[in-house]
Nanobody
Framework: VQLQASGGGLVQAGASLRLSCAAT????????MGWFRQAPGKEREFVAA????????YYADSVKGRFTISRGNAKNTVYLQMNSLKPEDTAVYYC????????????????WGQGTWVTVSS
């Protein structure tokens, strides 16, 4: 069972990045999937989540209007389109999956990917 996140990198403020998270080893088709991030010296925080059907999405206030979460057609992949990036978006981004409805608390998510670094320079 593995969640593989990719797509991070170093960009300038105002740029865009698209993160991907692919699930292997089992199907997460009926799972909620989400993104969290953790900046150096800070706790892991909720970024965005999507229900298994894709009908409902949730965003942290800090990214609302700039980030978009979506699922692939096979439902086993989740994307995070990040536009208008700011230096404060710099963090390791983790994808997560859980059979329940999305929760803002990281402790409520069962499966985690390894993280991908996003660095935004000013």
């Amino acid at each position: 069972v593995q969640l593989q996140a990719s797509g991070g990198g170093l960009v300038q403020a105002g740029a865009s990045l698209r993160l991907s998270c692919a699930a292997t080893g089992r199907t997460f088709r009926n799972y909620s999937m989400g993104w969290f991030r953790q900046a150096p010296g800070k706790e892991r925080e909720f970024v965005a989540a999507i229900t298994w059907s894709g009908d409902a999405t949730y965003y942290a206030d800090s990214v609302k209007g700039r980030f978009t979460i979506s699922r692939g057609n096979a439902k086993n992949t989740v994307y995070l389109q990040m536009n208008s990036l700011k230096p404060e978006d710099t963090a390791v981004y983790y994808c997560a999956a859980d059979p329940d409805l999305p929760n803002l608390s990281s402790s409520r998510w069962d499966y985690w990917g390894q993280g991908t670094w996003v660095t935004v320079s000013s």
